[in-house]
């Protein structure tokens, strides 16, 4: 069997990198931009740097800033309608998964018309044309959905989030640029960087893995450990870190998907608005046990790319608990709750474990699972 990869076109790493949004914007010839972001980037001024690169260079654009922290049907359907208003050709999108994933729904369906049902975009949807040309700009480091072929949207009237797949949909250009990241709260920087390292991990061991992804995913998780404590105290060498580190893990798990946890995590943002960062941040190390038999010897590298010394020693046993022990370790240190008291009601299991196993990401779970089993791993963190 062939191993597809799909990365982007361009991408522009560092301080300074938003300046390259003009020049890119007026090499492939746009004349007028749609920028996507979340309301709160526009209050806090943290839009105005790519407000002042476009005025600079001349570039026209429009805004559109109706998008939630977990972007629903509606939020997309909007941004559609914006979009054909705006008479622009190419968005820019300024945020974090929310404002990316939601300018992927409006991309996709402003080229593909027959899926304006933002529902039939659930799953990998046929669609033929390549989306209206984005030009993604994370101001979190987390998602990855700068250089993801994924995005998420939520079914309100479902209390679901829908996992779209969709190689069309991939900006053709990022720009990470750590200066973007740098007003980020430290309890948005942990959620988000254990977002992350969730990918990273999950992707490591997912059942598509291989050597490729794996080389990404295992310097992710080097680099994310070394960073996410220093971008939660907010220094310049940790945001630097993140932002590369969310980035490598995303080039890796968008090519070979992800597993339970973030499986488990979706219904919890669509029926509690939990912040997807949290819940996976929660979720992860009891999967990783539950996970362990179908791992063979790769949470021994997880440890040794977290910093675990001794690894090489270690018995199987004792180096899948290292691995463990550090992700609860650094969870704890940048302020994850430890558990879901505090936000799942016990009757609400059997949703959430039916939502957890239909979801898109757990089929690719290294060890087969069963509602029942998701059911015992919700109640387990309760």
């Not at 798990?253 to 919890?268: D, E, K, T, Y």
């Amino acid at each position: 069997m062939a191993n597809r990869f799909v990365l982007n076109e361009t991408s522009y790493h560092g301080k300074g990198a938003i300046n390259a949004i003009a020049d890119e914007v007026n090499a492939r010839g746009f004349k007028k931009a749609l920028v996507c972001c979340d309301p709160d980037l526009i209050k806090f001024g943290v839009a105005d740097k790519v407000f002042n690169v476009l005025k600079g260079a001349g570039i026209a654009y429009d805004v559109y800033s109706e998008i939630q922290a977990n972007p629903t049907i509606e939020n997309v359907q909007n941004g559609v309608k914006a979009f054909k208003e705006s008479g622009a050709d190419c968005i820019i999108a300024v945020g974090g998964g929310s404002s990316m994933d939601t300018a992927k729904g409006i991309g996709i369906i402003i080229a593909n018309p027959e899926f304006a049902d933002v529902r039939s975009l659930e799953g990998v949807a046929p669609t033929k044309n390549k989306s209206v040309p984005i030009i993604a700009v994370p101001t979190t480091a987390g998602t990855a959905a700068e250089v993801t072929i994924n995005y998420v949207i939520t079914d309100s009237e479902k209390n679901r989030k829908m996992v779209c797949v969709d190689v069309h949909d991939i900006p053709v250009v990022a720009v990470v640029d750590p200066d973007m990241m740098s007003t980020m709260p430290a309890s948005l920087t942990a959620a988000t960087g254990m977002d992350a390292l969730t990918h990273a991990i999950e992707g490591y061991i997912t059942k598509g893995a291989w050597e490729m992804s794996d080389m990404f995913h295992l310097k992710a998780i080097e680099i994310i450990s070394n960073s996410l404590r220093g971008a939660v105290a907010n220094t310049a060498e940790g945001r630097e870190g993140m932002a590369l580190g969310q980035y490598v893990a995303g080039m890796g798990f968008s090519n070979v998907g992800l597993g339970i946890v973030h499986s488990m995590a979706h219904p919890l943002g669509a029926l509690y608005n939990t912040p997807h960062g949290v819940a996976n941040a929660i979720i992860l190390p009891t999967v990783m046990e539950y996970n362990a038999p179908a791992t063979g010897d790769k949470y021994r590298d997880i440890a040794k790319a977290m910093g675990v010394e001794g690894t090489d020693a270690m018995s199987i046993e004792e180096a899948r608990k290292a691995a463990i022990d550090a992700v609860k370790q650094l969870s704890k240190d940048v302020g994850i709750p430890a558990d879901l008291k505090e936000i799942v009601k016990p009757e609400d299991v059997p949703f959430l474990a039916q939502s957890a196993y239909d979801d898109a990401c757990r089929p690719g779970n290294p060890r087969d699972t069963s509602v029942e089993e998701i059911t015992e791993l919700y109640k387990s963190l309760i």
